[in-house]
């Protein structure tokens, strides 16, 4: 309850809010110094919904012409919360943003990712856990590559791209000598990201 709201300090009440829909009949105006019948609600604002003032007609119409729900709020703050009003004023997950993988992310300890849909990769078992980690599809691959099972993933890319490299022919004026090893150890590549290899 913000007391020191600009709406309080222009509406002057007598006392405390009335927590219930107050007997109407027997209600003064909530208005200081008016002793008429308070017949007429006014909501409280923002904040103090279902709560309400009881005013007579002449000062629920006054209240009312200075009623400003969004009173103390800014642009910025008004249309975030019009936006809110249509969610019920829960927050909520951002859309578009994958919000549960990047907290997993942040902790990898937590969280593996076996099917790389959070763009993460579950961390390959290391040669010492598992003598051989590569079947033989891997390891013939390798070898296409001049590598062995001690490679690891950044290994592989390395000589994968110093290979391209050198048996390019668009690097090799126009040699096409090469295009054939080219053409396997992109197959042979290919295959090791296929396994999650690189
Ligand atoms: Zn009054």
């Given at each position: 309850m913000d007391l020191n709201s600009p709406i309080f300090d222009r509406i002057r009440v007598k006392r405390e809010p009335r927590q219930a829909e107050p007997e109407r009949a027997k209600v003064v105006c909530d208005h200081p110094g008016c002793d008429q019948p308070g017949a007429h609600r006014a909501p409280m604002g923002r904040l103090r919904e279902g709560q309400y003032f009881c005013f007579c007609l002449d000062h629920v119409r006054e209240y009312n012409a200075n009623y400003n729900y969004f009173n103390g709020m800014d642009d910025g703050a008004v249309s975030r919360w019009m936006k809110e009003d249509t969610i019920g004023h829960r927050p909520t997950w951002a859309m578009g943003v994958n919000r549960a993988g990047k907290n997993f992310r942040e902790d990898p300890a937590a969280f593996r990712d076996p099917f790389g849909m959070f763009g993460g990769r579950t961390p390959r078992p290391r040669a010492e856990d598992k003598p051989s980690p590569y079947g033989i599809a891997a390891r013939k691959a390798l070898t296409a590559l001049g590598l062995d099972e001690s490679a690891d993933g950044p290994a592989i890319k390395a000589r994968y791209k110093e290979l391209v490299r050198r048996l390019h022919p668009d690097v090799n004026d126009?040699?096409?000598?090469?295009e054939d090893k080219l053409r396997e150890i992109i197959r042979a590549y290919n295959y090791l990201r296929t396994a999650k290899l690189v």
């Open positions: 126009g040699d096409r000598s090469g």
